[in-house]
């Protein structure tokens, strides 16, 4: 239960208590209320098991899972442990199998996650072996439900979580749709380790006026100003949310400039101004989008950079970040050596998210003391509704409209 004296303030989202970041209990909550309740969790990318065989393994939340194609073509997903004893089924991050043998004791699992036997059964010369009752089919890993949406797989455990349309709302929908419109191809996977709770990494992205102010490379080169124009769009139960940015268009920007922010004021220059360069893919203006899907969902695309970050939960104090790098099966050879460039935009090492990964430590550090604090959410108003303008913090209150829906504080 939560500590009586931890009190949210009923219906307020604007003013969010730091001990929602730090303690054990709501933690253990958000697994078993959200990441194991009626939401729909990134898996992979259909891209990434194309065969009959194909496997690879992930989380829901702090779940281990094997995701895989079966030999009918499905994807199937199920929690990575024995039936009997509990270890690990699948030991590799990726890999083809004929089926997944534990290997503690050797139960062999189907596709889907069925037990197909248990080895010594029958016991050795007559002795020993399970009861004659013992049936393989009554046991069995936690299996999810599994869906697809533009080439992304996702999971969920519960029989209440709606199709994934209904659960990302008709707008968000069109602006992952907007990007991945055809079969994709992945170029490269890496993880990030962040010294922080997944909130804080989640709110980041969700906050779409921080990176005019906190990316120095953004603001000087023009590829994310808010006098850019652009929007934010909030899904009715606030859970989902996508951000843009419009391309500069050359005017100056007065409103921008007055502010005197420390990302305005640096003199940096560009050696390969080839960095900068854009493919109109989409054909709309728009070459800076980010896309979440709660609880852990990003995908992002940075002129013809595309990723997926997958948040992961390690515990109060950290995180994962799976990143997967994204392109089309159809890309040339010269787009994909611009996507490839540029994705050194972002990234633990990239020239502008390295401090999207900082700053999560910072809050965490500023806030060690101030549990019974909170933080000040009223950039924009009060409400969490989708906005023509990107200097608000709508999407940051949805989320925690919906993260309070889930949890029942």
Avoid at 107 to 134: C, Y
Avoid at 229 to 251: D, Q, R
Avoid at 367 to 380: D, E, H, I, K, R
Wanted: charged letters at 20%.
């Amino acid at each position: 239960m939560i500590n009586a004296e931890q009190k949210w303030p009923e219906g307020d989202v604007t003013r969010i208590p730091y001990w929602l970041y730090q303690d054990q209990e709501v933690y253990d909550r958000e697994q078993e209320k959200l990441f194991l309740g009626p939401v729909w969790n990134y898996l992979c990318l259909e891209a990434e098991i194309p065969e009959s065989g194909d496997y690879l393994t992930n989380f829901v939340g702090e779940m281990p899972v094997i995701v895989n194609r079966g030999p009918d073509g499905g994807i199937y997903a199920f929690e990575n442990r024995c039936a009997h004893r509990g270890s690990l089924l699948a030991l590799k991050n990726k890999g083809r199998a004929k089926n997944f043998v534990c290997a503690y004791h050797a139960w062999r699992h189907d596709f889907k996650g069925n037990v197909l036997s248990a080895a010594f059964a029958q016991g050795v010369n007559g002795q020993g072996g399970m009861p004659t009752d013992f049936d393989v089919s009554q046991y069995g890993p936690r299996k999810l439900r599994v869906t697809t949406l533009g080439g992304l797989v996702f999971g969920t455990l519960s029989d209440e979580t709606p199709p994934i349309l209904d659960y990302l709302g008709e707008a968000v929908a069109a602006r992952l749709l907007r990007v991945l419109h055809k079969p994709l191809r992945v170029y490269g996977r890496y993880t990030q380790i962040l010294p922080h709770n997944w909130k804080l990494y989640f709110e980041n992205i969700k906050d779409s006026y921080h990176s005019s102010i906190l990316h120095t490379f953004f603001s000087t080169f023009k590829v994310s100003r808010l006098s850019q124009g652009g929007g934010l769009i909030v899904s009715e139960s606030g859970a989902h949310h996508s951000s843009y940015s419009l391309s500069h268009t050359g005017e100056q920007d007065s409103e921008f400039e007055k502010e005197q922010l420390r990302s305005n004021q640096a003199n940096f220059k560009l050696q390969d101004k080839g960095l900068l360069d854009i493919t109109d893919e989409y054909h709309d203006g728009c070459h800076v989008q980010a896309v979440t899907m709660m609880p852990g969902f990003v995908l992002q695309t940075v002129h013809n950079s595309i990723a997926v970050r997958h948040v992961l939960p390690k515990g109060p104090n950290e995180t994962h970040l799976r990143w997967t790098i994204l392109g089309f099966a159809d890309d040339s050879e010269d787009l994909l050596k611009m996507r490839m460039k540029q994705s050194n935009l972002v990234g633990p090492a990239g020239y502008v998210s390295m401090e999207d990964g900082a700053i999560g430590g910072f809050v965490r550090r500023g806030t060690a003391q101030a549990s019974g604090q909170s933080s000040v959410v009223l950039m924009g108003g009060r409400d969490t509704v989708s906005s023509s303008t990107r200097t608000t913090e709508s999407a940051i209150r949805g989320f925690w409209k919906a993260y309070r829906s889930y949890l029942e504080l």
